[in-house]
């Protein structure tokens, strides 16, 4: 055999084994935009040998239920949100306006009923804030169960545009898990009876910073 073959096999090799020592990687596009994306997403490691519960058929409405009752609370003490009013020591915000809801909710619904037991649904999104800073929301939802989570790695997170560059780093699109510029809060749902302690996830742990989860018990919300 000649070198040449032997080299070129080594070199499949290695990419081969850097494929599969990924932790995750997209699969499926839900939907594309300059601004906005939708995808499917593999976890390597299924977090406690549990696999989520895909694909899983929920409504327009339940999803709009749960995206609506979604609020962040942060201590603006120690740092506060972009385009918020400070209003004490502590604020909270609807997680998603009216406008993301209605967009995201029929696309979060065809990705579980899409997703297989070892994918969940992320998301990103960016808008222009100035002619050099942008703001970004990312994260992703799964079930598990009777439970929706939902993680949201960034909320309006504003960074100069050109950071999100390959010639400078891996585009934030890429890494709609990983959070930005991680901040102290939590995300709750009300009402939060309907709320269930978050699971601890693997793959969250490994991210650079810990991004905000909720779990909601959706299959019990009233129409």
């Known amino acids: ?11 499949l090799s290695g990419m081969m084994f ?3 020592a990924a932790p995750q990687f997209f699969t499926v596009t839900i939907y594309e ?15 406690e040998g549990k696999a989520y ?8 409405e339940q999803m709009t239920q749960v995206l609506k009752g979604l609020y962040v609370e942060v201590d603006t003490t ?3 949100l972009p385009f918020t009013q400070n209003s ?25 009923q899409q997703a297989t037991p070892e994918e969940i649904v992320t998301f990103f999104e960016t808008a222009e804030v100035s002619d050099l800073h942008e703001a970004t929301t990312s994260g992703g939802i799964f079930v598990r169960e009777e439970e929706l989570h ?29 959070p930005i510029n991680p901040e102290p809060g939590r995300l709750i749902f009300e009402p939060e009876i309907f709320m269930v302690p978050a699971q601890s996830t693997g793959w969250l742990t490994d991210l650079k910073g810990k991004p905000w989860q909720a779990a909601v018990l959706y299959k019990e919300l009233q129409p």
């Open 53 to 60: 519960s895909h694909p899983v058929s929920l409504s327009e």
């Open 33 to 47: 935009s300059p601004s906005k994306n939708v995808r499917l997403q593999t976890m390597a490691v299924v977090d």
């Open 78 to 80: 120690a740092i506060s």
């Open 18 to 20: 850097v494929s599969c």
């Open 88 to 112: 004490g020591s502590d604020s909270r915000r609807r997680a998603f306006s009216d406008r993301e809801v209605q967009f995201f909710a029929p696309l979060f619904v065809k990705g579980l």
């Open 1 to 11: 055999m000649s070198r040449k073959i032997v080299n070129m096999m080594m070199l």
């Open 150 to 178: 939902i993680i949201l790695s960034n909320l309006s997170v504003k960074t100069l545009i050109w950071q999100d560059n390959a010639e400078y780093q891996a585009p934030y699109r890429l890494a709609p898990l990983e």
